[in-house]
Nanobody, 120 residues
């Protein structure tokens, strides 16, 4: 199993910045893709950004120029740097990791979520 622990959420004014972190631990062979998703009240969970284990990234159009995802494979940690935050970025942000937990088994694991609130 893989445990994901997020940190870095909070309350920030519009235009401000936050950096989210997510550290993976547990029993696994390797972690492939890692990513950040968010869910605002009344909305479905949506992708914010993803990164492969060799550093390829993709972003939601709504955040593309304001957000940077990165990872430290040695620490099994993924980061999300968010700049120029807007009130519409307010949501619970979830970390996700696709981990190989057995020779032929790839599963997705989720963190518990961290609240990001952007005030206008």
């Amino acid at each position: 199993q893989v445990r994901l622990v997020e940190s870095g959420g909070g309350l920030v004014q519009a235009g401000g910045s936050l950096r989210l972190s997510c550290a993976a631990s547990g029993s696994f062979f390797s972690i492939l893709d890692m990513g950040w998703y968010r869910q605002a009240p009344g909305n479905q969970r949506e992708l914010v950004a993803r990164i492969t284990n060799d550093g390829r990234t993709n972003y939601a159009d709504s955040v593309k120029v304001r957000v940077t995802i990165s990872r430290d494979n040695a620490k099994n940690t993924v980061y999300l740097q968010m700049n120029s935050l807007k009130p519409e970025d307010t949501a619970v942000y979830y970390c996700a990791a696709d981990a190989k937990i057995a020779v032929n088994t790839l599963d997705r694991f989720w963190g518990q979520g961290t609240q990001v609130t952007v005030s206008s």
